[in-house]
């Protein structure tokens, strides 16, 4: 089945561990996307905010939240107490997935798979073991279920202070976790509940921030 797993370094830091990264064939998704967009920040960051996948413009750069739900995140964290700068970010899957109508033209995002989270599970795992953050924010479902299991669920889990349970080669410690809505879900959806949906979120990354 698909499977990271045998593409991981045998040991080295998150250098060794993004050039890793780079070469992953452990499912199709490498195929269509444009680059491996690896986690981004310190191993000393304390807190670890993880998404689902890189999106449109994560693939064209390289780097994980610099597009559109990037910016509102950046913003949201700031609300929350969060400072951007000092958190490691990163995310469930590390290779854009989209739905293209014909060459030359936008590429949709698509969710990405069970297998495919499963897939990509042990990068994240490796991050998590090499940055031991204290709190772990899970952005959207994908996320959770990444980091929590397939019967995770955002609306009845969201806000509230869940442990992190062990991932294989996950870190030892005792890390905490708080779930709560991807950005892009208040990007998305009508406007009229927008303002609430942001005003969610906020409230969520504040429940993570006051445990740092
Ligand atoms: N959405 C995500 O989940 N991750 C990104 O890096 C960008 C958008």
């Given at each position: 089945d698909y499977d990271a797993g045998p593409f991981l370094p045998s040991g080295g830091g998150l250098p060794a561990l993004r050039e890793a990264a780079a070469g992953?064939?452990?499912?199709?998704?490498?195929?269509?996307?444009?680059?491996t967009v690896f986690g981004s920040g310190?191993?000393?960051?304390?807190v670890m905010l993880v998404g689902e996948q890189p999106g449109d413009q994560e693939d064209r750069q390289?780097?994980?939240?610099?597009g559109p739900a990037g910016k509102l995140l950046d913003r949201a964290l700031e609300e929350a107490g969060i400072d951007p700068a000092h958190a490691y970010v990163t995310n469930a899957v590390k290779h854009f997935k989209f739905e293209q109508a014909a060459r030359g033209k936008r590429r949709i995002h698509k969710p990405p798979s069970l297998r495919e989270i499963s897939a990509c599970r042990p990068w994240l795992a490796a991050e998590l073991e090499l940055v031991d953050p204290e709190v772990v924010v899970a952005l959207g479902a994908s996320a959770g279920k990444s980091l929590l299991?397939?019967?995770?669920?955002v609306t009845s889990q969201r806000g509230t202070v869940l442990p992190l349970p062990p991932l294989?080669?996950?870190?030892s410690g005792e890390s905490l976790l708080v779930a709560t809505i991807h950005p892009s879900a208040v990007l998305?959806?009508?406007?009229?509940?927008r303002a609430a949906r942001y005003a969610g979120l906020v409230a969520d990354l504040k429940v993570a921030g006051e445990l740092l």
């Amino acid at each position: 089945d698909y499977d990271a797993g045998p593409f991981l370094p045998s040991g080295g830091g998150l250098p060794a561990l993004r050039e890793a990264a780079a070469g992953c064939r452990g499912c199709p998704l490498h195929q269509d996307a444009t680059r491996t967009v690896f986690g981004s920040g310190s191993t000393r960051a304390r807190v670890m905010l993880v998404g689902e996948q890189p999106g449109d413009q994560e693939d064209r750069q390289g780097k994980p939240f610099v597009g559109p739900a990037g910016k509102l995140l950046d913003r949201a964290l700031e609300e929350a107490g969060i400072d951007p700068a000092h958190a490691y970010v990163t995310n469930a899957v590390k290779h854009f997935k989209f739905e293209q109508a014909a060459r030359g033209k936008r590429r949709i995002h698509k969710p990405p798979s069970l297998r495919e989270i499963s897939a990509c599970r042990p990068w994240l795992a490796a991050e998590l073991e090499l940055v031991d953050p204290e709190v772990v924010v899970a952005l959207g479902a994908s996320a959770g279920k990444s980091l929590l299991g397939s019967s995770f669920r955002v609306t009845s889990q969201r806000g509230t202070v869940l442990p992190l349970p062990p991932l294989a080669g996950g870190p030892s410690g005792e890390s905490l976790l708080v779930a709560t809505i991807h950005p892009s879900a208040v990007l998305r959806g009508g406007d009229a509940d927008r303002a609430a949906r942001y005003a969610g979120l906020v409230a969520d990354l504040k429940v993570a921030g006051e445990l740092l």
